[in-house]
């Protein structure tokens, strides 16, 4: 039973640029959710999505925007990126019925 | 809104004692409650969870937390650890949106 999966793994940016990561939710759950976690902190919450619209969305500037696609995956793009856009960010799939959430790798961004 | 705090930063501790975590949290809804682990390096996972029921939970790797609802609190303990508990703990809470909120972490530590 795979977990739930993100790509790329690393990246590095430089300020102004535009990235997205990916994320693919465990097999069976169809809601997903996005965590920025800076060095030292623990996870933020971003959004989450599920029947392809965001439900939620936490304090986070609209340079940060998703996409949730027909088979639950998932994509985080973020615009004109900042210095302190720089941490790591943490899918989470769930049953939109359920409180359990399961994290993925993470993907490091780093911005230059 | 709910919030988390962990009252300590960091703990060391030496092999085979055993360790507390402590975690508060404040909100004026019933809660769920979990604690998640992290590896350096690597994305959360899950060692146990309070939905509802008994208060003593017990979860992976020999941990158990024992929720207190009337000190809005929950304790994460283990017997005896071992030097691969090294790693980054984090309380979080969700009410029934199920948008999780964590605490900063505590960087356990454990020597031999």
């Known amino acids: 039973d795979a977990g739930v999966t993100q790509s790329p793994t690393h990246l590095i940016k430089t300020r102004g640029q535009q990235v997205t990561l990916r994320c693919s939710p465990k097999?069976?759950?169809?809601?997903v959710s996005w965590y920025q976690q800076a060095l030292g902190q623990g996870p933020q919450f971003i959004f989450q999505?599920?029947?392809?619209?965001?439900?939620q969305r936490g304090n986070f500037p609209d340079r940060f925007s998703g996409h949730q696609f027909p088979n639950y995956s998932s994509e985080l793009n973020v615009n004109a990126l900042l210095l302190g856009d720089s941490a790591l960010y943490l899918c989470?799939?769930?049953?939109?019925?359920?409180?359990?959430?399961?994290f993925g790798p993470g993907t490091r961004l780093l911005v230059l | 809104a709910q919030s988390v705090t962990q009252l300590d930063s960091q703990v060391p501790v030496f092999e085979e004692a055993p360790v507390e975590l402590r975690c508060n949290y404040s909100?004026?809804?019933?809660?769920?409650l979990f604690w998640y682990v992290q590896y350096p390096n690597q994305g959360l996972q899950l060692l146990l969870k309070?939905?509802?029921?008994?208060?003593l939970v017990k979860g992976i790797n020999g941990f158990e937390a024992e929720f207190n609802k009337s000190q809005t609190s929950f304790h994460l303990r283990k017997p005896s650890v071992h030097i691969s508990d090294t790693a980054e703990y984090f309380c979080?809470?969700?009410?029934?949106?199920?948008?999780?909120?964590f605490g900063a972490g505590t960087t356990v530590t454990v020597r031999a």
């Open positions: 989470a799939s769930s049953l939109r019925t359920k409180e359990t959430q399961y």
């Open positions: 097999s069976g759950h169809d809601t």
């Open positions: 999505y599920y029947e392809e619209e965001e439900r």
């Open positions: 909100s004026s809804v019933s809660v769920y």
């Open positions: 309070y939905l509802s029921g008994s208060t």
């Open positions: 979080a809470v969700t009410r029934n949106d199920y948008k999780l909120s």
